[in-house]
């Protein structure tokens, strides 16, 4: 794969991670019941009750980016389950 095509995939990933922790910190710091999250691609209001949600969509935010610098340094990924 093109190394500027990777580099700027790996920028949006770090750029969607920022996101959803913000909303999760947002979200679990107290006074806070919604939140919008913009992750740069889309917006949407979302709820403590969607933690959870969130919780998963970051575990694979996080494991795209280590496939993402993975191939571009031309390394090897083993990836296990999140729990």
Known sequence: MDAEFLQGRIDATKAQI???E??????????VQSYTLDTGQSRQTVTRLELSTLNNALDGLYNRLVTLQARQNGGAVIVGPAW
């Open 18 to 20: 920022i996101a959803y």
């Open 22 to 31: 913000d909303a999760i910190t947002a979200l679990t710091s107290g006074g």
